[in-house]
């Protein structure tokens, strides 16, 4: 499972308004965006990737795995 937006950092998420204002600029070039179908394409080769768009937490519920083999968190500035 591989959670992401694949648009950039949502601003409600982010903790502190310092944060925000300089993550601002990054956020309306699309700095952080990312090509969801580039991706799919880069992950095509194992069948068992299974790509979720949304915001984490709110996806987390869409995980249908019972056990989990990697784990790897990568939060930018999540409230």
Known sequence: NLLDTFEGIDPNQTTEQVERE????????????TDLEAVKKNFAEWKNVKLIKGVVPDTLSEIDSEKLVYLHIDMNHAA
């Open 22 to 33: 300089r993550n601002t600029k990054h956020i309306e070039e699309g700095f952080y965006v």
